[in-house]
């Protein structure tokens, strides 16, 4: 397996454009995780999918964050309009539920950068 | 809300010494999975250990293990025989039985040669 997939890796944008983050989980994988990384926040949940149905999503910021995940296999989060706030590194994840799951795969993350 | 707190947020090790990196958390829930990740500077996170708590052995692998007092809600790594590619930021995670998955600001560790 490939492991999780996101793209792009890198996005450099500018204020107000709009900005979508793809994630493709493992195959077999029924839970799907964002995450935001920052230096002064740390990894923050922004909103999980089990079975693709959104189950969390109390850790998105503001309404320019959605999230949507209409098959098993892809994900996207976006940000409309970004801002110079929005840059971190956002990380998708997956993981199989279950007893002696739960251990989260993590994609290489994308690196934003809202100028 | 569960919690977890890391209250390292810089360690250092001499290497092939050993180091042990301090976790606690809280919650109310007595079902729940804890690990310790890896992320070294290439960013990609890895799994290093995992722990379910309603097991009383604690979880090794390899040079990792853990001390895992689920009374006291803490959960600390030990490497042993530390090596320069150990050098990362660790953090530490707990997870619900449902998947949602909590992290602490992490811990970075500087192995010296």
């Known amino acids: 397996d490939a492991g999780v997939i996101q793209s792009p890796r890198h996005e450099v944008t500018e204020m107000g454009q709009e900005v979508t983050l793809r994630c493709k989980p493992i195959?077999?994988?029924?839970?799907l995780f964002w995450y935001r990384q920052t230096m002064m926040r740390g990894l923050e949940l922004l909103i999980y999918?089990?079975?693709?149905?959104?189950?969390?999503d109390s850790g998105m910021p503001e309404d320019r964050f959605s999230a949507k995940m209409p098959n098993a296999s892809f994900s996207t989060l976006k940000i409309q309009p970004s801002e110079p706030r929005d840059s971190a590194v956002y990380f998708c994840?997956?993981?199989?539920?279950?007893?002696?799951?739960?251990?989260?795969?993590f994609g290489a993350g994308s690196r934003l950068t809202v100028l | 809300a569960q919690t977890v707190t890391q209250s390292q947020p810089e360690m250092s090790v001499q290497e092939a010494e050993t180091v042990t990196l301090s976790c606690t958390y809280d919650?109310?829930?007595?079902?729940?999975?804890l690990f310790w990740y890896k992320q070294p500077p290439s960013r990609q996170m890895i799994l290093v250990i995992r722990?379910?708590?309603?097991?009383?052995q604690n979880a090794t692998e390899n040079r990792f293990s853990v001390n895992f007092q689920k009374a006291a809600k803490s959960f600390s790594l030990k490497i042993s025989d530390s090596q320069l590619g150990d050098a990362a930021m660790y953090f530490c995670?707990?997870?619900?039985?449902?998947?949602?998955?909590?992290f602490g600001d992490g811990t970075t560790l500087t192995v010296k040669p």
């Open positions: 994840a997956s993981s199989r539920r279950g007893p002696g799951a739960n251990v989260l795969t």
């Open positions: 722990q379910e708590a309603y097991k009383q």
């Open positions: 999918f089990n079975n693709n149905v959104p189950i969390d």
């Open positions: 919650t109310s829930e007595s079902d729940y999975y």
């Open positions: 195959s077999g994988h029924n839970s």
């Open positions: 995670a707990y997870s619900t039985n449902a998947g949602k998955s909590t």
